[in-house]
């Protein structure tokens, strides 16, 4: 195993489903890794301002919180998507986290002209929330299997769209190699999404080919099909110099001892030349 440098290696609290908050932050420090992103599940009924610290002292970064988004469906389902919204960019600026990623939703029965124009709505409802938090925001385009209800925003390109279009200093892009992997424009409008500011955040896993299940069964990097490194590259050359987030949802790997598991996704991440 290499001697690489972990301190731009981030983890998803997610990829690590059975610990709690406790137990991530332990072992992520005692592995040596630099980030941590934070879902919800994990702060719920936590003192936000404790765990604040209790990240801190951990020696760990805070990338981002997980997840917000959602904004579609009838005046009511909006207008609680957007109530929730605002308190979950108030959770990230409790803990200190700089971002929020959006899932953006998607209500089946709508065009997807429907779906996005809810989406714009809904994200210009809340960007001034978080602009007075001091919170960002991510659109995270998502591979088009999940374009039914999970979001509308299924291409890099669609998510510059948007971004661009809300024209804010809080919104940009969350870039995820398992949604885009296969677009074959990805570099361009990479770079397209650097060059506007836009390039919020990264994350990487890896897709296999015929998985058990089409949510839950990702891949460790080098484990299937997509080319990290150089998508790694491409997200470099964009300006990136964040994180680069390990975001894996596998019942097969939440079966097995986490530990063990960590420093597979640590060795896995060693062997990336990005």
Not at 131 to 157: F, N, W
Not at 160 to 185: K, Q, R
Request: proline share 3%; glycine share 8%; with cysteine.
């Amino acid at each position: 195993m290499s001697d690489k440098d972990l301190s731009k290696l981030c983890l998803h609290t997610m990829t690590n489903k059975p610990w709690n908050l406790d137990q991530c932050l332990s072992n992520y420090e005692k592995a040596g890794i630099g980030g941590i992103s934070v879902w919800r599940n994990v702060i719920e009924g936590r003192n936000l301002n404790q765990v604040k610290k209790d990240i801190a002292n951990a020696g760990l970064k805070t990338a981002s919180l997980v997840r917000g988004g959602f904004f579609t469906g009838d005046a009511a389902q909006k207008q609680a998507a957007i109530d929730e919204n605002k308190t979950i960019i108030d959770e990230a600026q409790a803990i200190g986290a700089p971002l929020v990623v959006l899932v953006c939703g998607a209500t089946p029965g709508n065009t997807v002209e429907q779906n996005l124009q809810e989406v714009r709505d809904g994200i210009a409802a809340i960007l001034p929330h978080a602009e007075q938090a001091g919170v960002k925001l991510g659109i995270e385009p998502l591979h088009p299997m999940y374009a039914d209800t999970r979001s509308c925003v299924s291409s890099m390109r669609s998510a510059n769209d948007l971004a661009e279009g809300l024209n804010h200093s809080h919104i940009g892009v969350t870039v995820d190699v398992f949604h885009l992997y296969w677009e074959e424009h990805l570099r361009s409008e990479l770079l397209r999404c650097g060059k506007n500011g836009n390039l919020f955040s990264y994350h990487i896993c890896d897709w296999k080919t015929n998985p058990a299940d089409m949510l839950n069964d990702r891949g460790l990097m080098g484990e299937g099909i997509i080319p990290v490194d150089r998508i790694s590259e491409w997200v470099t050359e964009a300006g990136f110099k964040g994180f680069h987030e390990v975001e894996i949802f596998s019942d097969r790997y939440w079966s097995m001892d986490q530990n063990d598991y960590l420093d597979k996704i640590v060795e896995s991440y060693k062997k990336l030349k990005y």
